[in-house]
C-alpha cells in the first residue's frame, strides 16, 4: 500500500525559532505532488505549501519552504521564525498516484512556546 | 469566492440512529472529497466524486454508509445505522477541474459527530 509516514506525533519550539517537521512516503510513481496542511485547533485545514516531483527547486512560501529529496522519498517542512499562530497539527500528503487519490499521514502537532 | 460549506457542525446521536450529513462545494469544482477524520489522526478518504461520478469509493463501509452527489454540485453522506466508532469529524473537500490531486484541496470546516 501507498503510505505517508510522520514520525513526529508531537513537536514543540519556541516562538521565533525555527523547526522541520519530517515526512516520508511510499511511491511507484516518477511524477506526482506533495503538500503540507495545516489545521488549527477547532478551525479548517488549509494548504501550507506544494511541491512538484518532477521540480528540482524547493518550494517556498513566505516563512514556510521543504526540503524535498526525491530519492530519498523524503518531504520535510521548514518552519522559519516560527509564530504563535503556526501551533496546528500539520499533515504531509501525497497525490496523485495512479487512481488519482492524495493520501495523507498521521500528522504532527506543533506546539509554539513563548 | 465562497468556501465549502457543510452541515451541521456538530451532531450527537444514539448508536443504531441514522445521520446526514451536507456538503456544498465551490462553484466549479469538479471533485469532491468525503473524509473521516478520528481523533488524533489523518484525514482517512471514504469517497471521492469527479462531477457526479464515483472516483474511488474503496474504504467506505458500505453496509452503513451512503452518499451521492446530485447534478455534479451538493453532496450529502449517510450513515445508516451508527456506531460508537463512526464518532469523528467528518470533512468535505473540493478541487478544481483537473488531475485532481495536483491542485490543492479546499476544506469545510467539518461536521462533528458523537454517537453514544
Known amino acids: 500500500a501507498q503510505t505517508v509516514t510522520q514520525s513526529q506525533p508531537e513537536m514543540s519550539v519556541q516562538e521565533a525559532e525555527t523547526v522541520t517537521l519530517s515526512c516520508t512516503y511510499d511511491?511507484?510513481?516518477?511524477?506526482?505532488?506533495l503538500f503540507w496542511y495545516k489545521q488549527p485547533p477547532s478551525r479548517q485545514m488549509i494548504l501550507v505549501i506544494r511541491?512538484?516531483?518532477?521540480?528540482?527547486q524547493n518550494a517556498t512560501e513566505n516563512r514556510f519552504s521543504v526540503n524535498f529529496q526525491k530519492a530519498a522519498k523524503s518531504f520535510s517542512l521548514k518552519i522559519s521564525d516560527s509564530q504563535l499562530g503556526d501551533a496546528a497539527m500539520y499533515f504531509c500528503?501525497?497525490?496523485?498516484?495512479?487512481?488519482?487519490?492524495?493520501?495523507f499521514g498521521k500528522g504532527t502537532r506543533l506546539h509554539i512556546l513563548p | 469566492e465562497a468556501g465549502v460549506a457543510q452541515s451541521p457542525r456538530y451532531k450527537i446521536i444514539e448508536k443504531r440512529q441514522s445521520v446526514a450529513f451536507w456538503c456544498n462545494p465551490i462553484?466549479?469544482?469538479?471533485?469532491l472529497y468525503w473524509y473521516q477524520q478520528i481523533l488524533g489522526q489523518g484525514p482517512k478518504l471514504l469517497i471521492q466524486?469527479?462531477?457526479?461520478?464515483?472516483?474511488?469509493d474503496s474504504q467506505l463501509p458500505k453496509d452503513r454508509f451512503s452518499a451521492e452527489r446530485l447534478k455534479g454540485v451538493d453532496s450529502t453522506l449517510k450513515i445508516q445505522p451508527a456506531k460508537l466508532e463512526d464518532s469523528a469529524v467528518y470533512l468535505c473537500?473540493?478541487?478544481?477541474?483537473?488531475?485532481?490531486?495536483?491542485?490543492?484541496?479546499?476544506f469545510g470546516p467539518g461536521t462533528r459527530l458523537t454517537v453514544t
Open positions: 462553484s466549479g469544482h469538479a471533485t
Open positions: 500528503a501525497r497525490g496523485p498516484n495512479r487512481d488519482d487519490k492524495i493520501i
Open positions: 511541491q512538484e516531483a518532477y521540480k528540482q
Open positions: 466524486f469527479q462531477n457526479n461520478g464515483v472516483v474511488d
Open positions: 511511491t511507484s510513481e516518477s511524477d506526482y505532488y
Open positions: 473537500a473540493s478541487s478544481p477541474p483537473g488531475l485532481a490531486g495536483a491542485y490543492e484541496q479546499y
